[in-house]
């Protein structure tokens, strides 16, 4: 019987022991641990010994603190179930009042998923008592904390207490402690949505107008996390509402003295103006959106830009015209000459897509000197992006000879990287200028790609072959780039013979088997006696890799004996690599019979 009592007790023993050993690794390994000891304990001994005993020692490094507010969310089933759901509160309370930021959202987070598995009464009984200890917290870690929890346990409470709280959530709003109002001002759009109408607009509107003109101590932080909340408060009302209660807050984030607001603002400008509705954005929000786009910061005017193609396609078709010719285009010209990479970057990520928008006319007339303007800019980055776009742009032919130059200094341009991007959209720009203008202009530039020094170079050009085959048909391929390519199975540098042998691989997916027993099979086969095993073990991986497509014949009598032969290798690699062809050649083999 005493033996039965101190198994009982070993799971606790050992899970103290850890606690208090030295080194944070081994306490961090026991918190992770929680569910399985739990088991071991059963529900009862685990709201009775457990979590008492994890509320009495929340003490210790943060990392553990954050991995034991983890592991509480997911303790429901462990103590019993919804029903016992409130012994976790405790312990997730004590932990969203520490000092680090971290263990507090997470502690946070598990208190909403308990709240959400919580009856209505446990609710009014156990959760919301919580939330009005953390709302009155000497410190203000714990009333930055209450400020999540609201939302959760509002519709689930009486009519008394939810007067209660909304006083409560409105004493955060307007704390001392600017940490706390912007806590408050984090969460007051997800409150809103939790309140009745008349409270919403009554109380909660007030308060977020009181937020989100937050001059206490100039805090901008608080002013522009109201601005997501205005987004979301914006979503629950009707144009009328918007009109009057929320634009003028718009209107002065827009141009708020700290750039962190006008940035905010600029960032979220396709929510607000898909909250706010059509009318409201072509009679208010257009100003304030080219005024972004002008903002003396750069950062601002390059969020701005970022958005210029979706605000123009969210605008109802019969006024895009009215309000982009006057408006935007304006602002566009200005932007492509500013001074500032960054935002020039933004710009041509973006302008290609108002070709669609304002119709070939406008776009030849309007666009297309701004597309050759970006097109010569001295930053690769902002060349790159236009490029990338071209898939959109009406009246392309006319950039084409414009295109080249930009095309050719971005392929040799110093940095891999962008030589990387450039290839990638190689089949695009091929797609959109056609054959003859890529023979003439890209072909050479494609093949030049094959003998890059950067692996990463070569392996894209040869992807990129596969993709032109699929593109331009594979008479074109036999005419043009199959002899080319095969034709560095001669080249001094093994890297290069290699990348004959990486073409391969890749073009036999696109090349029908007619074409790799008759051009392809005879260079592979010749590259068997390369002097180099790192060419000989990739001669064994193609050999795998054309088998299944090949007629037995051609197995039989061209690539068995050349298999043979590297299985034979000096070098183990080689060796290796032959055999698991052989097996490939095999199977292959017995199955045609």
Not at 75 to 98: K, M, R
Not at 243 to 257: G, I
Not at 436 to 456: I, R, T
Not at 463 to 470: D, Q
Request: proline share 5%; net charge negative.
């Amino acid at each position: 019987m005493a033996n039965t009592e101190d198994d009982s007790l070993y799971p606790i023993a050992v899970l103290i022991d850890e606690l208090r050993n030295e080194d944070v690794q081994l306490r961090l390994n026991s918190i992770k641990k929680l569910s399985t000891i739990a088991l071991a304990l059963g529900v009862e001994r685990t709201r009775a010994e457990l979590i008492p005993f994890l509320t009495d020692t929340i003490e210790d490094e943060d990392e553990v603190l954050w991995a034991l507010a983890e592991q509480l969310g997911n303790f429901i089933p462990l103590v019993g179930g919804p029903e016992y759901a409130s012994c976790l509160l405790p312990p997730l309370e004590n932990l969203a009042t520490v000092e680090e930021t971290v263990v507090r959202e997470k502690a946070t987070e598990s208190l909403r998923m308990i709240a959400a598995e919580h009856s209505a009464a446990d609710i009014e009984k156990h959760f919301a008592p919580l939330v009005k200890r953390l709302s009155q917290g000497d410190w203000f870690t714990s009333r930055t904390s209450a400020c999540g929890l609201y939302a959760v346990c509002y519709a689930n409470v009486s009519v008394a207490l939810k007067t209660e709280l909304r006083m409560m959530f409105k004493c955060l709003c307007t704390d001392d402690t600017p940490m706390v109002r912007r806590a408050a001002a984090s969460k007051i759009g997800e409150f809103a949505k939790a309140v009745e109408m008349e409270y919403l607009k009554g109380e909660i509107i007030p308060l977020f107008i009181a937020l989100a003109n937050d001059e206490q101590f100039s805090q901008d932080s608080v002013r522009l996390l109201a601005v997501e909340a205005g987004i979301t408060i914006a979503g629950l009302l009707n144009e009328s509402d918007i009109e009057t209660l929320l634009l003028p807050m718009f209107r002065s984030a827009a141009s708020d003295k700290s750039w962190r607001v006008r940035f905010m603002i600029a960032d979220k400008f396709i929510e607000l103006q898909k909250a706010v509705g059509p009318t409201i954005t072509k009679n208010h929000l257009v100003f304030h959106f080219t005024g972004l786009l002008k903002d003396v910061e750069a950062e601002v005017r390059a969020s701005a830009a970022n958005k210029i193609k979706d605000f123009c396609t969210n605008l109802p078709a019969e006024i895009q015209e009215q309000v982009m010719m006057p408006n935007v285009l304006p602002a566009v010209k200005e932007l492509v000459c500013d001074t500032n990479q960054h935002v020039k970057a933004a710009l041509a990520s973006v302008i290609m897509g108002l070709s669609p928008i304002m119709g070939k006319d406008n776009t030849i007339q309007h666009l297309l000197p701004l597309f050759l303007i970006l097109l010569k800019d001295e930053h690769s980055d902002v060349r790159l992006n236009i490029i990338s776009n071209l898939d959109s742009v009406i009246g392309i032919h006319q950039l084409s000879q414009s295109l080249l130059p930009a095309i050719v200094e971005l392929a040799e341009d110093p940095k891999w990287r962008v030589r990387l991007a450039i290839i990638e959209h190689m089949p695009l720009l091929a797609e959109q200028l056609g054959v003859d203008f890529f023979d003439e202009k890209l072909n050479s530039l494609c093949m030049s790609w094959l003998v890059d020094g950067v692996f990463a170079i070569r392996s894209a050009a040869t992807s990129n072959l596969k993709r032109l085959v699929a593109i331009f048909g594979l008479e074109w391929a036999q005419n043009t780039i199959i002899t080319k390519v095969l034709s560095m199975a001669r080249d001094p540098n093994y890297l290069h013979r290699m990348t004959t042998l990486f073409a391969i691989n890749v073009l036999a997916d696109v090349c029908p088997p007619d074409v790799i027993t008759k051009f392809m099979v005879p260079v592979i086969a010749n590259l068997a006696n390369d002097t180099v095993p790192n060419v000989r073990f990739n001669v064994a991986k193609t050999m795998a890799k054309l088998t299944p497509v090949l007629d037995p014949t051609t197995v039989e009598m061209q690539v068995k004996p050349c298999l043979t032969r590297l299985h034979e290798d000096d070098d183990n690699d080689v060796k290796y690599f032959a055999s698991e062809a052989l097996v490939v050649v095999d199977n292959r083999l017995m199955a045609v019979g």
